[in-house]
T-cell receptor, first 115, second 111 residues
Framework: EADIYQTPRYLVIGTGKKITLECSQT?????MYWYQQDPGMELHLIHY???????EKGDLSSESTVSRIRTEHFPLTLESARPSHTSQYLC??????????????FGPGTRLTVT | DAKTTQPTSMDCAEGRAANLPCNHS???????VYWYRQIHSQGPQYIIH???NNETNEMASLIITEDRKSSTLILPHATLRDTAVYYC????????????FGKGTTLSVSS
Protein backbone atom coordinates (compact mmCIF):
# COMPACT_ATOMS: atom_id res chain seq x y z
CA GLU A 1 0.00 0.00 0.00
CA ALA A 2 1.46 3.31 -1.12
CA ASP A 3 1.71 6.08 1.48
CA ILE A 4 1.00 9.03 -0.73
CA TYR A 5 -1.87 11.36 -0.03
CA GLN A 6 -3.68 14.06 -1.92
CA THR A 7 -6.14 16.63 -0.65
CA PRO A 8 -8.74 17.60 -1.45
CA ARG A 9 -10.07 14.61 -3.39
CA TYR A 10 -12.71 16.75 -5.07
CA LEU A 11 -12.82 20.51 -5.51
CA VAL A 12 -15.37 22.72 -7.23
CA ILE A 13 -14.31 26.33 -7.39
CA GLY A 14 -15.15 29.51 -9.25
CA THR A 15 -13.11 31.17 -11.96
CA GLY A 16 -10.34 33.46 -10.74
CA LYS A 17 -9.80 31.77 -7.38
CA LYS A 18 -6.35 30.75 -6.20
CA ILE A 19 -6.09 27.07 -5.31
CA THR A 20 -3.45 24.77 -3.91
CA LEU A 21 -3.58 21.02 -4.36
CA GLU A 22 -1.72 19.18 -1.64
CA CYS A 23 0.43 16.08 -2.06
CA SER A 24 2.36 14.35 0.69
CA GLN A 25 4.26 11.09 0.92
CA THR A 26 5.71 9.32 3.94
CA UNK A 27 8.10 7.03 2.09
CA UNK A 28 11.06 9.43 2.10
CA UNK A 29 11.14 9.50 -1.70
CA UNK A 30 13.28 12.13 -3.33
CA UNK A 31 11.40 12.22 -6.62
CA MET A 32 7.88 13.55 -6.91
CA TYR A 33 5.64 14.23 -9.91
CA TRP A 34 2.39 15.84 -10.93
CA TYR A 35 0.33 14.46 -13.80
CA GLN A 36 -2.81 15.91 -15.35
CA GLN A 37 -5.48 13.69 -16.85
CA ASP A 38 -8.69 14.72 -18.58
CA PRO A 39 -11.53 12.15 -18.47
CA GLY A 40 -10.81 9.20 -20.73
CA MET A 41 -7.53 10.70 -21.86
CA GLU A 42 -3.83 10.07 -21.27
CA LEU A 43 -1.85 11.12 -18.23
CA HIS A 44 0.43 14.06 -18.99
CA LEU A 45 3.43 14.96 -16.86
CA ILE A 46 3.22 18.65 -15.88
CA HIS A 47 5.82 19.00 -13.09
CA TYR A 48 8.49 16.97 -11.35
CA UNK A 49 11.06 17.36 -8.62
CA UNK A 50 14.22 15.43 -7.85
CA UNK A 51 14.51 16.72 -4.31
CA UNK A 52 14.20 19.72 -2.04
CA UNK A 53 14.42 23.03 -3.92
CA UNK A 54 14.33 21.20 -7.27
CA UNK A 55 11.38 21.69 -9.63
CA GLU A 56 11.08 21.19 -13.37
CA LYS A 57 8.33 21.51 -15.95
CA GLY A 58 7.06 18.37 -17.60
CA ASP A 59 6.06 17.52 -21.13
CA LEU A 60 2.70 19.29 -21.01
CA SER A 61 2.72 23.03 -20.55
CA SER A 62 0.76 24.05 -17.48
CA GLU A 63 -0.12 27.38 -15.88
CA SER A 64 0.29 25.80 -12.47
CA THR A 65 3.37 26.14 -10.28
CA VAL A 66 4.91 23.81 -7.74
CA SER A 67 7.29 24.05 -4.81
CA ARG A 68 9.41 21.55 -2.90
CA ILE A 69 10.46 22.95 0.43
CA ARG A 70 10.23 19.64 2.28
CA THR A 71 10.97 16.16 0.97
CA GLU A 72 7.55 14.83 1.82
CA HIS A 73 5.49 17.70 0.44
CA PHE A 74 4.92 18.78 -3.18
CA PRO A 75 2.00 21.21 -3.51
CA LEU A 76 0.63 22.46 -6.82
CA THR A 77 -0.81 25.97 -7.09
CA LEU A 78 -3.04 27.67 -9.62
CA GLU A 79 -2.97 31.44 -9.07
CA SER A 80 -6.18 32.08 -10.99
CA ALA A 81 -8.32 29.07 -11.81
CA ARG A 82 -10.08 28.87 -15.18
CA PRO A 83 -12.56 26.37 -16.63
CA SER A 84 -9.76 25.04 -18.85
CA HIS A 85 -8.03 23.84 -15.66
CA THR A 86 -10.86 21.41 -15.00
CA SER A 87 -9.18 18.01 -14.87
CA GLN A 88 -7.86 15.31 -12.58
CA TYR A 89 -4.46 15.93 -11.01
CA LEU A 90 -2.42 12.93 -9.91
CA CYS A 91 0.65 13.11 -7.70
CA UNK A 92 3.32 10.40 -7.65
CA UNK A 93 6.64 9.69 -6.01
CA UNK A 94 9.57 7.33 -6.40
CA UNK A 95 12.98 6.65 -4.97
CA UNK A 96 15.92 8.46 -6.49
CA UNK A 97 18.09 6.28 -8.66
CA UNK A 98 18.60 4.92 -12.13
CA UNK A 99 18.26 1.25 -11.30
CA UNK A 100 16.01 -1.10 -13.16
CA UNK A 101 13.20 -1.19 -10.66
CA UNK A 102 11.44 2.10 -10.92
CA UNK A 103 8.06 1.95 -9.29
CA UNK A 104 6.17 5.19 -9.16
CA UNK A 105 3.58 5.29 -6.41
CA PHE A 106 0.49 7.32 -7.19
CA GLY A 107 -1.89 9.15 -4.94
CA PRO A 108 -5.68 8.88 -5.35
CA GLY A 109 -5.89 12.12 -7.34
CA THR A 110 -7.73 15.42 -7.01
CA ARG A 111 -10.65 16.00 -9.31
CA LEU A 112 -10.85 19.75 -9.97
CA THR A 113 -13.84 21.48 -11.50
CA VAL A 114 -13.65 25.21 -12.25
CA THR A 115 -16.99 26.84 -12.92
CA ASP B 1 12.48 6.43 -24.44
CA ALA B 2 11.05 4.12 -27.11
CA LYS B 3 7.44 4.50 -28.16
CA THR B 4 4.94 1.71 -27.65
CA THR B 5 1.85 0.64 -29.58
CA GLN B 6 -1.09 -1.04 -27.88
CA PRO B 7 -4.59 -1.95 -29.05
CA THR B 8 -7.17 0.59 -27.95
CA SER B 9 -9.44 -1.95 -26.30
CA MET B 10 -9.86 -5.65 -25.55
CA ASP B 11 -12.55 -7.85 -24.06
CA CYS B 12 -12.11 -10.90 -21.87
CA ALA B 13 -14.48 -13.32 -20.18
CA GLU B 14 -14.18 -13.67 -16.44
CA GLY B 15 -11.97 -16.58 -15.46
CA ARG B 16 -10.17 -16.68 -18.80
CA ALA B 17 -6.65 -15.49 -19.46
CA ALA B 18 -6.26 -11.94 -20.70
CA ASN B 19 -3.34 -11.44 -23.08
CA LEU B 20 -2.46 -7.81 -23.67
CA PRO B 21 0.05 -7.15 -26.46
CA CYS B 22 2.51 -4.29 -26.76
CA ASN B 23 4.74 -3.40 -29.66
CA HIS B 24 8.01 -1.60 -28.95
CA SER B 25 9.99 -2.20 -32.11
CA UNK B 26 12.44 0.66 -31.48
CA UNK B 27 13.43 -0.48 -27.99
CA UNK B 28 17.13 -0.22 -27.25
CA UNK B 29 19.36 -2.50 -25.24
CA UNK B 30 19.17 -0.70 -21.91
CA UNK B 31 15.42 -0.10 -21.93
CA UNK B 32 13.04 -1.99 -19.69
CA VAL B 33 9.38 -2.78 -20.33
CA TYR B 34 7.00 -1.72 -17.55
CA TRP B 35 3.31 -2.40 -17.18
CA TYR B 36 0.95 -0.29 -15.08
CA ARG B 37 -2.80 -0.26 -14.86
CA GLN B 38 -5.34 2.38 -13.93
CA ILE B 39 -8.69 1.37 -12.52
CA HIS B 40 -11.45 3.89 -13.11
CA SER B 41 -9.34 7.07 -12.89
CA GLN B 42 -7.57 6.04 -9.69
CA GLY B 43 -3.81 6.50 -9.60
CA PRO B 44 -1.96 4.02 -11.85
CA GLN B 45 -0.66 0.88 -10.17
CA TYR B 46 2.57 -0.95 -10.97
CA ILE B 47 2.10 -4.51 -12.27
CA ILE B 48 5.38 -5.92 -13.53
CA HIS B 49 8.55 -5.08 -15.46
CA UNK B 50 11.24 -6.92 -17.42
CA UNK B 51 14.31 -6.54 -19.59
CA UNK B 52 14.56 -9.66 -21.75
CA ASN B 53 13.60 -12.64 -19.64
CA ASN B 54 10.02 -13.61 -18.97
CA GLU B 55 8.80 -12.48 -15.59
CA THR B 56 6.02 -13.60 -13.27
CA ASN B 57 4.66 -12.23 -10.02
CA GLU B 58 1.46 -12.60 -8.04
CA MET B 59 -0.41 -10.28 -10.38
CA ALA B 60 0.68 -11.25 -13.88
CA SER B 61 3.23 -12.70 -16.27
CA LEU B 62 5.27 -10.77 -18.79
CA ILE B 63 6.43 -12.47 -21.96
CA ILE B 64 9.07 -10.60 -23.99
CA THR B 65 9.98 -11.82 -27.48
CA GLU B 66 13.56 -12.80 -28.14
CA ASP B 67 14.19 -9.73 -30.32
CA ARG B 68 12.53 -7.61 -27.58
CA LYS B 69 10.39 -5.79 -30.12
CA SER B 70 7.15 -6.82 -28.50
CA SER B 71 5.77 -8.16 -25.24
CA THR B 72 2.57 -9.60 -23.81
CA LEU B 73 1.11 -9.07 -20.38
CA ILE B 74 -0.86 -12.09 -19.21
CA LEU B 75 -3.48 -12.02 -16.50
CA PRO B 76 -4.00 -15.77 -16.03
CA HIS B 77 -7.53 -15.71 -14.59
CA ALA B 78 -9.14 -12.36 -15.24
CA THR B 79 -11.75 -11.10 -12.80
CA LEU B 80 -14.20 -8.22 -13.04
CA ARG B 81 -11.82 -6.19 -10.87
CA ASP B 82 -9.18 -6.42 -13.59
CA THR B 83 -11.25 -4.11 -15.79
CA ALA B 84 -8.89 -1.17 -16.26
CA VAL B 85 -6.64 0.71 -18.65
CA TYR B 86 -3.31 -1.10 -19.03
CA TYR B 87 -0.22 0.88 -19.96
CA CYS B 88 2.93 -0.57 -21.52
CA UNK B 89 5.90 1.77 -20.97
CA UNK B 90 9.46 1.48 -22.15
CA UNK B 91 12.07 3.27 -20.10
CA UNK B 92 15.81 3.38 -19.99
CA UNK B 93 17.43 2.21 -16.78
CA UNK B 94 19.86 5.09 -17.19
CA UNK B 95 17.21 7.77 -17.28
CA UNK B 96 16.11 9.11 -13.93
CA UNK B 97 12.98 10.66 -15.34
CA UNK B 98 9.27 10.15 -14.91
CA UNK B 99 7.28 7.45 -16.61
CA UNK B 100 5.57 8.69 -19.76
CA PHE B 101 2.14 7.18 -20.29
CA GLY B 102 0.52 6.59 -23.67
CA LYS B 103 -3.12 5.81 -24.38
CA GLY B 104 -2.96 2.22 -23.10
CA THR B 105 -5.41 -0.63 -23.66
CA THR B 106 -8.83 -0.59 -22.05
CA LEU B 107 -9.51 -4.14 -20.88
CA SER B 108 -13.13 -5.00 -20.20
CA VAL B 109 -13.73 -8.20 -18.24
CA SER B 110 -17.29 -9.45 -18.31
CA SER B 111 -19.12 -12.30 -16.61
Amino acid sequence: EADIYQTPRYLVIGTGKKITLECSQTMGHDKMYWYQQDPGMELHLIHYSYGVNSTEKGDLSSESTVSRIRTEHFPLTLESARPSHTSQYLCASSEYGTGAFYEQYFGPGTRLTVT
Amino acid sequence: DAKTTQPTSMDCAEGRAANLPCNHSTISGNEYVYWYRQIHSQGPQYIIHGLKNNETNEMASLIITEDRKSSTLILPHATLRDTAVYYCIVRSSQAGTALIFGKGTTLSVSS
